[in-house]
């Protein structure tokens, strides 16, 4: 399974990624999406689309929070970065710093795709394919993207 992970578009969503988006077995946003037309837009794109609400988000844009099972493995989504996540989680995924993160602490491996509407301390635009198999741990990959 190879799932597209994407944060902080903040009202853009480059045509260069949505060729890349529209290749995934799913979408999972993590908040900072701000108009409920991106939203659809990565709808159409049509993989499934899973999105939590950020902080620039409309109340009803999406829930705070999801967590989703995929080949065995729990993932926690939200916007902000969290140091305590929901029991049996082993992977928390979080937008919001704009920073690209890929950190194990204690049991948990936290990962963040970086943004694509507004790069923060010299990370370039970014999004990431996390990929589960049937064995090993899910790959994470972050991609730069102009």
Same mark, same amino acid.
């Given at each position: 399974?190879? !799932?597209? %992970? !994407?944060?902080?578009?903040? *009202?853009?969503?480059? /045509? /260069?990624?949505?060729?890349?988006?529209?290749?995934? &077995?799913? =979408?999972? $946003?993590?908040?900072? !999406?701000?108009?409920? &037309?991106?939203?659809?837009?990565?709808? @159409?794109?049509?993989?499934?689309?899973?999105?939590?609400?950020? *902080?620039? &988000?409309?109340?009803?844009? @999406?829930?705070? +929070? #999801?967590?989703?099972?995929?080949?065995?493995?729990?993932?926690? #989504?939200?916007?902000?970065? %969290? +140091? %305590?996540?929901? +029991?049996?989680?082993?992977?928390? #995924?979080?937008?919001?710093? $704009?920073?690209?993160?890929?950190?194990?602490?204690?049991? %948990?491996?936290?990962? *963040?795709? @970086?943004? !694509?509407?507004?790069? *923060?301390?010299?990370?370039?635009?970014?999004?990431?394919?996390?990929? =589960?198999? /049937?064995?090993?741990?899910?790959?994470?990959?972050?991609?730069?993207? /102009?």
């Amino acid at each position: 399974m190879r !799932i597209a %992970v !994407i944060a902080d578009t903040h *009202n853009h969503l480059p /045509s /260069s990624v949505r060729a890349h988006l529209a290749g995934a &077995d799913e =979408i999972w $946003h993590l908040g900072d !999406i701000c108009r409920e &037309d991106i939203l659809q837009e990565l709808r @159409g794109l049509g993989p499934p689309v899973h999105a939590v609400r950020g *902080n620039c &988000d409309p109340r009803g844009l @999406g829930p705070e +929070s #999801l967590i989703l099972t995929r080949g065995g493995h729990t993932f926690f #989504l939200t916007h902000e970065p %969290v +140091s %305590v996540v929901p +029991s049996g989680a082993q992977f928390a #995924l979080h937008g919001h710093t $704009h920073v690209p993160r890929d950190e194990t602490v204690g049991t %948990v491996r936290y990962l *963040n795709p @970086g943004t !694509i509407g507004k790069p *923060n301390h010299g990370a370039p635009p970014s999004f990431a394919w996390l990929e =589960i198999g /049937s064995d090993g741990p899910p790959c994470w990959k972050i991609v730069a993207v /102009s």
